[in-house]
T-cell receptor
Framework: QKEVEQNSGPLSVPEGAIASLNCTYS??????FFWYRQYSGKSPELIMF????GDKEDGRFTAQLNKASQYVSLLIRDSQPSDSATYLC??????????FGTGTSLTVIP | EAEVAQSPRYKITEKSQAVAFWCDPI?????LYWYRQILGQGPELLVQ????????DSQLPKDRFSAERLKGVDSTLKIQPAELGDSAMYLC?????????????FGEGSRLTVL
């Protein structure tokens, strides 16, 4: 059973702070991990992906992958009110199979 | 900019009625997915197509749901009869085949309300 688990939150951080979102996965055969942002009533949009152990940075976002611990995280630096959304962690398996966590709701307080 | 097209955006129906959703993926994307997302939950895969073939439909309630992608391009998801518990967002997504970096591109979704 391929599963991704996320803390549903809600997570609240003040504007300008670092938001830390976490995700664990059950299947060691999982290949890549994706973070999607989803505003209320909208479809998910990709923030970034990671498939190698370590950190990957893109602007204010840093994804971290630890395959030994089966752990993925997303850090958002200098959080802005526009970052308030639900963040979905997704893993991929062979054959282009994607499976999603339940999402973490983030609120950035001005 | 290439997009995944979905219709209708919103659908209100009564239980026991039939409902159909349509999706046109990004041109050239071989893999097409239908997800169902209940409010407050993550997307749940209903069916995955590779070209015109079904790759995974293990979570599709086959007694009432059907999906097809006859020519390997656009796709239709049907519900007959609709039940109250089917109220959800139905998301279509597509991806180019293979690779560690394959990204899912989502359409805007079809919001279904069953009364």
């Amino acid at each position: 059973q391929k599963e991704v688990e996320q803390n549903s939150g809600p997570l609240s951080v003040p504007e300008g702070a670092i938001a830390s979102l976490n995700c664990t996965y059950s299947d060691r055969g999982s290949q890549s991990f994706f973070w999607y942002r989803q505003y209320s009533g909208k479809s998910p949009e990709l923030i970034m992906f990671i498939y190698s152990n370590g950190d990957k940075e893109d602007g204010r976002f840093t994804a971290q992958l630890n395959k030994a611990s089966q752990y993925v995280s997303l850090l958002i630096r200098d959080s802005q009110p526009s970052d308030s959304a639900t963040y979905l962690c997704a893993g991929t398996y062979t054959g282009n199979q994607f499976y999603f966590g339940t999402g973490t709701s983030l609120t950035v307080i001005p | 900019e290439a997009e995944v097209a979905q219709s209708p955006r919103y659908k209100i129906t009564e239980k026991s009625q039939a409902v159909a959703f349509w999706c046109d993926p990004i041109s050239g994307h071989a893999t097409l997915y239908w997800y169902r997302q209940i409010l407050g939950q993550g997307p749940e895969l209903l069916v995955q197509f590779q070209d015109e073939s079904v790759v995974d439909d293990s979570q599709l309630p086959k007694d009432r749901f059907s999906a097809e992608r006859l020519k390997g391009v656009d796709s239709t998801l049907k519900i007959q009869p609709a039940e109250l518990g089917d109220s959800a967002m139905y998301l279509c997504a597509s991806s180019a085949q293979g690779g560690y970096t394959g990204e899912l591109f989502f359409g805007e979704g079809s919001r279904l309300t069953v009364l």
